[in-house]
């Protein structure tokens, strides 16, 4: 069964939004369009190699159709609004190049030169952005870079607008808030491979774009694929109501720790009337748990820093922008968007924890979760990349954990075994797919889905489960109004289809790993210790680690599986003692090169058991960037 176009169901559930929904309100297609100055022509940004690491035009030839049945009404028209792209006037002396990467690069001009906010994820698109701005408004030097958050879609490009030399030499300050730096390397190292994988699913950037494939993630249309830097900030924002003069801009800030990240921050522009909201209020439900992975959002806390942000700024705003999305003109929207925005966190929250507190566990209250009236009419609280649905099983996740209190759900069974029981119980694989094929022609497709998922892990080879589950994932992903569901959908549909589907942005480059400290560098190293492996052996390595700040005394020590570490010496005589440079650790430790090939370049020495390195390294497991997501993966040892 090979599905091409979306069935009666799914035509019939989307068509009745079209009904219900206030299509005929064009106000976001004014602002998205408003202030349009230039649009790079043509659409696409290359890499140094000649690949194309963006191509705008890609959803542009198949936007400007009419809307096909394979994609839900709502998400098109936030499609259409997303993928319009180019440069934008703000307000005098503030612009924003929209639509060439995941984020927005926003630029204020100063006495100067131009500040840049949030340089995309690409020092590729970055670089055409700044490029398209210079063409228009002319070559003024970057005078400052503001990252607004740890997101690698907020800092990734910076390389493309600065050199890290002039940052280095004082020339160009980089501010990010408190903590930056910690959380934008924990968060794209520890799980990083786990989660660049799951992006891949979200963001679909692997998908051909088309009305039966990828059309945007809803907070903008996906990740550039290009190459992701970081220059770590020379400026702390550590409060709020801190205020500092760039270029001869003044700038107030609010500090938000825990809200859309663990890092973050809002700021006001006093004498141009411009208030930006980072990614704290966009044009969607945002995520409380992002699909690809992170830690839960506080949403409790996100909404009491909107009402702060309207404290503090709403009486100096005329005009609101963020770091995703088109701005909002005027003070009294402005203060619609962020009370609205705060009211739809804050009812996330509280009625998940009033469900929860009557006993409903967290795929119970998803089902019930209703959003009021005045906030289901206004098109900005549309789960286009958040939703109610993983929301609310987010809050719950955040109090509860992953428990449901249940002692049958407490010891499952994983899938491939349970895979096997439930075939067996409903009478083989082809007693399961009639009940599948009924339900699929019932438009039950979520069952299909569940229940086929069964027999794909009992048999992975068995070709009528594995097409019939994705012909139910591609009916899910043409209703879906949030864009990263129907990216999962349709990637997961491909994978069962046999189609490669690969990794195609990740964050943890050379740039990043260079800012681990040696606590964080040698926590990576500890999660990769492949503990059965390695249960057995007790080997203690002392290091001396030479870099541009000095010389640092650094022990680790390998004992039931456990690479523990410190600062100093260890307590126990080492095997050996290790001197090498900051960069031959990271080439040690990233698998680039091997103790003896840096030995013979002299960027590191040993003292003592010659093999002690050697063992320790040879029980170090690696990531797997491509692992299946909706199949079997292979078993451990």
């Not at 493309?160 to 280095?168: I, K, L, M, Q, R």
């Not at 098109?379 to 509860?400: D, E, F, I, L, P």
């Not at 010659?610 to 491509?626: E, I, N």
Request: aromatic share 8%; hydrophobic share 40%.
């Amino acid at each position: 069964m090979t599905e091409t176009g979306a069935t009666p169901a799914i035509i019939a559930a989307t068509s009745a939004l079209e009904e219900r929904l206030p299509f005929a309100d064009t106000t976001d297609l004014e602002d998205a369009e408003r202030g349009f100055i230039g649009a790079l022509r043509p659409g696409q940004v290359f890499a140094a190699d000649g690949r194309v690491v963006w191509d705008a035009d890609a959803w542009a030839s198949v936007l400007e159709l009419e809307r096909p049945e394979t994609v839900n009404p709502s998400l098109w028209r936030q499609a259409r609004l997303v993928a319009l792209h180019g440069l934008y006037e703000v307000t005098d002396g503030v612009y924003q190049v929209r639509g060439m990467d995941l984020s927005n690069m926003t630029l204020i001009e100063g006495d100067t030169g131009v500040i840049v906010i949030d340089p995309l994820v690409s020092t590729e698109t970055a670089a055409a952005a700044l490029a398209l701005y210079r063409e228009h408004r002319g070559n003024r030097p970057v005078t400052a870079v503001i990252y607004t958050h740890s997101h690698v879609d907020h800092f990734g490009g910076v390389r493309g607008v600065v050199s890290g030399e002039d940052v280095a030499a004082g020339r160009i300050p980089v501010l990010a808030p408190e903590g930056f730096v910690e959380h934008a390397v924990a968060e794209n190292v520890y799980a990083g491979p786990a989660m660049a994988r799951r992006a891949a699913y979200m963001y679909g950037a692997a998908l051909p774009v088309g009305p039966a494939g990828q059309l945007g993630a809803g907070l903008g249309m996906t990740v550039s694929t290009g190459t992701v830097t970081l220059i770590p900030p020379t400026l702390d924002v550590t409060r709020t109501g801190q205020e500092e003069v760039l270029d001869g801009v003044r700038v107030v800030f609010q500090v938000t720790p825990g809200t859309e990240a663990p890092s973050e921050m809002n700021f006001l522009f006093p004498d141009l009337g411009a208030l930006c909201m980072a990614e704290n209020a966009t044009h969607t439900l945002h995520n409380l748990l992002t699909l690809r992975g992170a830690l839960v959002r506080d949403p409790h806390a996100w909404a009491h820093y909107l009402t702060e942000a309207v404290d503090l700024f709403a009486d100096a705003t005329s005009v609101e922008f963020a770091s995703h999305h088109w701005p909002t003109w005027g003070r009294e929207r402005v203060v619609a968007l962020l009370t609205e925005q705060r009211d739809l966190y804050a009812y996330l929250h509280d009625q998940t924890l009033r469900l929860l507190n009557k006993g409903y566990v967290g795929a119970e209250i998803a089902e019930m979760f209703e959003l009021p009236p005045g906030l289901e009419r206004a098109w900005h609280t549309h789960g286009y990349y958040g939703s109610a649905s993983h929301n609310a099983k987010a809050v719950y996740q955040r109090y509860m954990g992953w428990f449901d209190g249940n002692p049958g759900h407490l010891w499952p069974h994983p899938p491939e075994q349970a895979g096997r029981r439930y075939v067996e119980a409903i009478g083989g694989p082809e007693a399961l797919l009639e009940v599948a094929r009924r339900a699929f022609t019932n438009g039950d497709y979520r069952w299909v889905g569940e229940l086929v998922g069964h027999l794909v892990y009992a048999d992975p080879g068995n070709t009528a489960a594995r097409e019939l589950q994705a012909a139910a994932f591609e009916q899910l992903g043409f209703g879906a109004e949030n864009a990263t569901w129907r990216n999962f959908y349709l990637v997961g549909a491909a994978e069962l289809r046999g189609d490669k589907v690969g990794t195609p942005t990740v964050a943890a480059s050379p740039d990043v790993l260079a800012q681990l400290s040696l606590g964080r560098l040698f926590d990576s190293v500890a999660i990769r210790v492949d503990g059965p492996r390695a249960g057995d052996l007790r080997i203690g390595v002392d290091w001396t680690v030479t870099g541009p700040d000095g010389e640092h005394q650094y022990w680790s020590r390998l004992s039931n599986g456990v690479l523990s570490h410190g600062d100093g010496a260890g307590r126990e005589k080492a095997d050996a003692v290790v001197r090498a440079d900051r960069q031959g650790l990271l080439a040690l430790f990233s698998g680039q090169a091997g103790p003896d090939e840096l030995r013979e370049s002299g960027s590191l020495t040993i003292e003592g058991a010659a093999d002690a390195l050697g063992r320790m390294l040879g029980v170090l497991d690696s990531a797997d960037p491509g692992f299946a997501i909706v199949t079997p993966r292979p078993r451990e040892r």
